[in-house]
């Protein structure tokens, strides 16, 4: 039996395989692609909602060649998109920033708004109090001499708004013309010469007329207003270095890494998976990396300021130290009164014996200044207990609360803004989230905080080389603030002058001079003010030398340039004494510049 002959099959079967395969794969391609278009209406819905222009939106994918930043391949997103998310994307970043720090910023302007207000008028309370009770017990005795009380006060609001005042200088002068004043009326029967009067003022150390009263007020009247100033002044920093450091403007680098992190998905069609918590702390730790310079210094200035409020919640007690100082002045007066011979036959024997008035002019200046001790006892309830509204015990207490909140705020900065559902996944969700490329989990690294960590970032190149000068600034001003509580803490009121005057400006063959005028140089023997070099401008200050002389500031520089600072104090003056350059513009007058130089010079911090 023959074999049957085995068919082959049509040549067309051979060939219509791969045919079908193409076919297949095409429609398989077609099938996938569809849901990308349609993710394109999302991703065009939402543009237009920010208010951008529909045209500028495909429909569905194209080429997208045409990006620089995001992802490139087919995608829904135009060239004038990816432009347009790119300012969206700093805008948004830089809302998040002021959003976060403008509470903070409010906080500490509030806290200062309310200290502020609360100091003043407590000062206002202290005076008005004083002079209801010396206007009742020494009735026109003391209104005929009310203006050395009213020039205290003065003094004491002068110093508390940043005037330059010698707290101990000042109440030094006020006991001695209290005395002074003091020593004729209870010497109604001697003629005082302005001599005698600065004879008898020298003895107030040695006699003790106003028995210990001045040397315990002195010595609270100092600490609680050192404390009370440099606290006010130290939220009022706070609150000015908020405003300037949360200014924000991202470099090219970092507007990059913000477009590919908040608007790239975008044009992946991916609208609703947001950034892996760890990449957008990545790319916020990037951007806000001068931002994180300033927390260590931020976090000293903040313990500075809680140790200054302990202080004010106990020794350091404006509030305590000025409620009674109206019954302190009069327990003086009284002390001195009850004292007024002993006192007065020990500043004959230094003094000399002064010159009796004529007998009718005796009477008449007797009677004229009857001091009757019609002094009545205190009565807490005669003056309030509070000024606006408050005590100190309750601002201080709200403070420090709100200090202990505001600490390692720039280094959490990243952290708090990507803990915000609209800028990132939660940290939980690994998997689910963008990581920069597409939809799966982020495996870098967090880097560390500050400037020179940011060089292993691996989503923002940053300049760890050039820092922000403006944060450099505040830094600056943080530590100086710093160190001004720290002695406000130990009582010591170190305050720096702060050059900021008119300098007259003249040239001669030899030399160039510049005077700078009423610059203070007077200083407590035990205090020490700092010397700092400055910043200067080669071609027209190349060496500068600083020394005392009749109060005033003398600079000299010469042709070379070499830089060199120093300062001599001049024999008059006792104690160590320096001074602090902070930042001042010298105005020159034109004719007294050399040609080449411009008219204004200026010496910058």
Known sequence: MLARPRLRPPATAAWGRPLLWLLLAAAAASSSAEPRSRSCSEVKKLYVAKGFSQSEAPSHEINGDHLKVCPQGYTCCSQEMEEKYSQQSKQDFQNAVVELSNNLQATFSSRYKKFDEFFRELLENAEKSLNDMFVRTYGLLYMQNSEMFKDLFVELKRYYTGGSVNLEEMLNDFWARLLERMFRLVNPQYHFSDEYLECVSKYTEQLKPFGDVPRKLKLQVTRAFVAARTFAQGLAVARDVVGKVSVVNPTPQGAQAL??????????????????????????????????????????????????????????????????????????????????????????????????????????????????????????????????????????????????????????????????????????????????????????????????????????????????????????????????????????????????????????????????????????????????????????????????????????????????????????????????????????????????????????Q
């Not at 590919?260 to 760890?278: D, H, R, S």
């Not at 990545?282 to 931002?291: F, K, T, W």
């Open 259 to 604: 477009l590919k992190m908040m608007y790239c998905p975008y044009c992946q069609g991916l609208v609703a998976v947001k950034p892996c918590y760890n990449y957008c702390f990545n790319v916020m730790r990037g951007c806000l990396a001068n931002q994180g310079e300033l927390d260590t210094e931020w976090n000293n200035f903040i313990d500075s300021m809680l140790m200054v409020a302990e202080r004010l919640e106990g020794p350091f007690n404006i509030e305590s130290v000025m409620d009674p100082i109206d019954v302190k002045i009069s327990d003086a007066i009284m002390n001195m009164q009850e004292n007024s011979m002993q006192v007065s036959q020990k500043v004959f024997q230094g003094c000399g014996q002064p010159k009796t008035l004529a007998q009718s002019r005796t009477s008449r200046s007797i009677s004229e200044s009857s001091f009757s001790a019609r002094f009545r006892p205190y009565n807490p309830e005669e003056r309030p207990t509070t000024a606006a509204g408050t005590s100190l015990d309750r601002l201080v207490t709200d403070v420090k609360e709100r200090l202990k909140q505001a600490k390692k705020f720039w280094s959490s900065l990243p952290s708090n803004i990507c803990s915000n559902e609209k800028m990132a996944a939660d940290s939980i969700n690994e998997e689910e989230c963008w990581n920069g490329s597409d939809k799966s989990r982020y495996v870098y690294a967090v880097t560390a905080n500050g400037l020179a960590n940011q060089a292993t970032n691996p989503e923002v190149q940053v300049d760890t080389l050039k820092p922000d000068m403006v944060i450099r600034r505040q830094i600056m001003a943080l530590r100086v603030m710093t160190n001004k509580m720290k002695n406000a803490y130990n009582g010591n009121d170190v305050d720096f002058i702060d050059i900021t005057r008119q300098a007259l400006l003249s040239s001669t063959a030899s030399r160039s001079l510049v005077k700078l005028m009423f610059v203070a140089l007077r200083t407590p023997s035990n205090h020490l003010v700092l010397c700092r070099p400055l910043l200067l401008v080669p071609s027209i200050f190349p060496n500068i030398r600083v020394f005392s002389r009749a109060s005033s500031l003398l600079m000299r520089w010469p042709k070379s340039w070499s830089l060199s600072f120093t300062f001599c104090p001049s024999s008059e003056h006792s104690g160590l004494i320096s001074l602090r350059m902070d930042t001042f513009d010298l105005l020159a007058v034109h004719e007294s510049l050399p040609q080449h130089h411009n008219s204004k010079a200026s010496i910058f």
